[in-house]
């Protein structure tokens, strides 16, 4: 059997797609898989240090909604979907699935010109163009937000590494916190924007620093890659450790007690899989989906959430502190933030893509 995954840009379309990936390779190893990108994405570097073909196509962005806009682009979309075809033919794909960005249109219409079944997988609750249009085409359709509105929409969660799925954050909690140079004894929160780190919330736990330490909190802080610190916290005990980015976040999940971060689709997800309590710090900007992603967490218990422009060092000292010097509130959203988690997505939506795949050929 042979798999075309189409989802690239951001790690938001293209982790899930490989979590899929390597649930299809553990249910059946000699499955063929390709996974098509773009050269402008993401997927460049992270599908082939997943050990995944990576095929390219033209990027061909398309506007948020159903504009006129759409008549600008038919000649380069048209392009690419004849090399989506051309790859499709090449690797004699069985299904194609498609989790959304610019390479996900011009894939779902080579494969429905080819005839090949389709299958849409959307993780946000405010679907993006492309996944609008793929499942005009396709009746296989999965959402990783249980009120998603497409036509045929089953909920199955977001697909997660299973480094991530699989991890019991108190077993390896000591562990996880000497692994960044923490004690093993200490109320810990973990800060993180994404990938690429938030000001925001660089700037209000910076501010905070100093208080925190005060009350014994020791801070496992990601800036991310392209920020800076005007001034970092000095030496100290309890420690403060700001790293420009963390590529064991299954070790920074297990080494916290609660989490201030943004509310993406996929943080949301992996934090209520390994149970980590959060505040989340929606993106300000945008159709206001991290709002979206976090409200079922805070309604449950599992969270809380402030709007980035109340974010402060105040607040963080005056609403989150309290919150990490209680170990049974916090044990308590631990427990509600894991009745919330999806661990079995990506096995499930694997077992789907073979039922759909095997059913047409």
């Known amino acids: 059997m042979r798999v075309v995954l189409a989802g690239g840009g951001t790690a938001g379309h293209i982790e899930p797609a490989l979590a899929l990936a390597d649930a299809l390779r553990r249910i ?9 990108g773009t050269e402008r994405g993401l997927e460049t570097r992270l599908v082939p240090e997943r050990g995944y073909e990576l095929r390219l196509v033209p990027a061909v962005p398309l506007p948020r909604s159903l504009t006129p806009q759409l008549l600008t682009v038919p000649g380069r979309l048209a392009g690419a979907v004849g090399a989506a075809t051309a790859i499709l033919d090449e690797v004699r794909a069985d299904v194609l699935v498609g989790f959304g960005g610019y390479v996900a249109t011009p894939a779902y219409l080579a494969a429905r010109r080819r005839g090949i079944p389709v299958i849409v997988h959307e993780a946000n609750p405010r679907p993006g163009l492309a996944n609008r249009l793929g ?35 108190f ?26 780190g938030a000001l925001s919330l660089n700037r209000a736990a910076l501010a905070a620093a ?29 420690q403060y450790v700001v790293l420009p980015y ?4 299954d070790l920074a999940y297990a080494a916290a007690d609660v989490a201030l971060c943004r509310a993406g689709a996929m943080t949301c997800a992996e934090l209520t899989a390994v149970g980590l309590p959060a505040a989340y710090v929606p993106l300000p900007h945008g159709n206001g989906e991290q709002a979206l992603n976090a409200e079922p967490i805070v309604k449950g218990g599992g969270g809380i959430m402030v709007h980035d422009s109340e974010l402060s060092g105040e607040w963080i000292v005056r609403t989150l ?10 044990a308590i959203m631990s427990e509600a933030a894991s009745r919330l988690g999806r661990k079995d997505a ?16």
Do not use: W
């Open 28 to 36: 059946d190893p000699d499955i063929g898989i390709t996974c098509l």
């Open 135 to 169: 499942a005009r085409l396709t009746d296989h359709v999965f959402t990783g937000h249980p009120n998603t509105p497409l036509p045929n929409a089953q909920y199955v969660g977001i697909p997660l590494r299973r480094d991530i799925v699989q991890l019991d954050r």
């Open 171 to 196: 077993a390896v909690g000591d562990k996880a916190r000497s692994y960044f140079g923490l004690e093993e004894d200490r109320p810990t929160l973990l800060v993180f924007g994404g990938s690429q």
């Open 210 to 238: 100093a208080r925190l330490r005060a009350a014994g909190i020791q801070v496992l802080h990601m800036i991310g890659p392209k920020n800076t610190v005007e001034k970092e916290p000095p030496p100290g005990d309890p």
């Open 246 to 249: 963390i590529d064991r976040m």
């Open 321 to 330: 502190l309290p919150i990490l010097l209680d170990p049974e509130r916090v």
């Open 346 to 361: 990506a096995e499930t939506l694997a077992h789907h893509v073979l039922r759909i795949a095997g059913g047409a050929r």
